[in-house]
């Protein structure tokens, strides 16, 4: 009973990696099955907590040194699609310097990712919001937000 029990979960777990892949590509389906820098960081520089209009939360934690993010990290509620583009926001946003930090979008993410089905494009933006959101944080806290 319990072999059987298992092949079924393994058969449909085969199902859902298939059409996951299917759908979504490579780079996607991949960064699904091992979302990097997920997790909350304590003592974060900048931090941002933003919902979206599909109900799902992100948050983006940024610490800085040298004016470089030294590390970047999410953490999200929300789909599969939101992981993946929280882990790609956290990973673009690491090495970056301020400027170049300021100009990683939404699109940034969706290029990297080869698109996202229509329905969970927004999942980017939301990624990309929120990591802009931690930049503004950050450049409040530190009184660096005049930009230069
Ligand atoms: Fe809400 Fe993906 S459906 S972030």
């Not at 996202?116 to 990309?128: E, K, Y």
């Not at 919001?129 to 930009?147: D, I, S």
């Amino acid at each position: 009973m319990e072999d059987t029990l298992d092949k079924f979960v393994a058969e449909l777990q085969a199902e859902i990696n298939r059409g996951t892949l299917e759908t979504y590509g490579e780079v996607v389906f991949k960064r699904w099955q091992e979302p990097l820098y997920m997790g909350r960081m304590a003592l974060a520089d900048g931090y941002a907590r933003v919902t979206g209009s599909c109900g799902d939360t992100m948050e983006i934690f940024l610490r800085f040194e040298e004016g470089q993010v030294k590390e970047a990290s999410f953490w999200t509620d929300g789909c599969a699609s939101s992981m993946v583009c929280g882990s790609y926001a956290a990973e673009l946003a690491r090495g970056k310097t301020l400027e170049e930090l300021s100009n990683i979008t939404g699109k940034t993410i969706l290029d990297i990712l080869g698109g996202l089905p229509d329905h969970d494009r927004h999942c980017a933006f939301l990624a990309a919001e929120t990591l802009q959101k931690a930049l503004e944080h950050y450049l409040n806290v530190t009184g660096k937000n005049e930009r230069t």
